[in-house]
Nanobody, 118 residues
Framework: VQLQASGGGLVQAGGSLRLSCAAS????????MGWFRQAPGKEREFVAA????????DYAASVKGRFTISRDNAKNTAYLQMNSLKPEDSAVYYC????????????WGQGTQVTVSS
């Protein structure tokens, strides 16, 4: 599966953005999806994940209650709704796919830059 992330941009603190991850291929619904981010000088970190059906989600503690991961299998797209953004959320955001929950992510999209100004 090929992944294309989009929706990043510049937003003020407290604002919102919605990232999208469009997948190619007809098997999108068989993959669990995740979002990760990497800020300059820092390691890539987990943000959120969702099962193939959308029935189970997981979030990093730093974004829980502010971010929501979702997916639309009919549109081959996963989303990350980000609310109450903080400057520390600034990073390049990546979407990824894996075939099983708790397995490693096998497929990665290119990143989309999110910058939150104070």
């Amino acid at each position: 599966v090929q992944l294309q992330a989009s929706g990043g941009g510049l937003v003020q603190a407290g604002g919102s953005l919605r990232l999208s991850c469009a997948a190619s291929g007809r098997t999108f619904s068989s993959y669990d999806m995740g979002w990760f981010r990497q800020a300059p000088g820092k390691e890539r970190e987990f943000v959120a994940a969702i099962t193939w059906s959308g029935g189970n989600t997981d979030y990093a503690a730093s974004v829980k209650g502010r971010f929501t991961i979702s997916r639309d299998n009919a549109k081959n797209t996963a989303y990350l709704q980000m609310n109450s953004l903080k400057p520390e959320d600034s990073a390049v955001y990546y979407c990824a796919a894996r075939t099983k929950w708790n397995a490693q992510y096998d497929y990665w999209g290119q990143g989309t830059q999110v910058t939150v100004s104070s």
